[in-house]
């Protein structure tokens, strides 16, 4: 049951559910990871605000590129009987896992507004804390925030199509 309320029916509700997802989760860990890279300082986090758009399509795209290869990794770990929240974690886990090795670099070509070697050569150095930071905040924060979403709008549908009947 859990399945079917607190997540998306249909490609509308993908939609939503992702766009909910990567809000929150650009507006965090986008700002977080360049604190630690460079300092907690405010005009870090006015020049962050101005690159957010970008690595938020970039996102979204990376998102659309690993969601089919991160659910058949998940599959591989979860069995399909286990409880949802275990699926959950799993799924997110596989999917955190893909995007922060894509966006451990074109994350740092975005913010750095170059292309450069750096953030291959210092890959392994960076991407543990950018993995570490990115599954909390997607595990803690956003996908539940997107489940509940999920589970009020399928409520009202759900209260819609009763009081049609």
């Known amino acids: 049951m859990e399945f079917y309320m607190k997540l998306p029916r249909n490609k509308k509700e993908f939609v939503i559910f992702l766009l909910t997802i990567s809000i929150i989760s650009v507006h965090i860990i986008a700002p977080l990871i360049t604190f630690f890279e460079v300092g907690f300082h405010f005009y870090v986090w006015l020049d962050v605000l101005t690159i957010l758009?970008?690595?938020?399509?970039?996102?979204?795209?990376?998102?659309?590129?690993?969601?089919?290869?991160?659910?058949?990794?998940?599959?591989?770990?979860a069995d399909k009987n286990d409880r949802f929240r275990s699926q959950m974690v799993i799924n997110t886990l596989c999917t955190v896992l893909l995007m922060s090795v894509f966006?451990?670099?074109?994350?740092?070509?975005?913010?750095?507004?170059?292309?450069?070697?750096?953030?291959?050569?210092?890959?392994?150095?960076?991407?543990p804390r950018n993995m570490a930071i990115s599954f909390l905040v997607e595990a803690v924060i956003a996908q539940p925030i997107a489940r509940f979403v999920m589970l009020k709008m399928h409520?009202?549908?759900?209260?819609?199509?009763?009081?049609?009947?």
Do not use: C, N
């Not at 969601?67 to 591989?76: D, F, G, I, R, V």
């Open 53 to 77: 758009p970008f690595i938020w399509i970039t996102v979204i795209a990376l998102v659309l590129l690993t969601h089919k290869p991160a659910e058949w990794l998940s599959s591989k770990i």
């Open 155 to 165: 409520q009202a549908k759900d209260k819609k199509t009763l009081a049609e009947q």
């Open 103 to 127: 966006l451990t670099v074109i994350g740092s070509w975005i913010g750095a507004r170059h292309i450069s070697m750096d953030p291959i050569r210092m890959f392994f150095y960076k991407w």
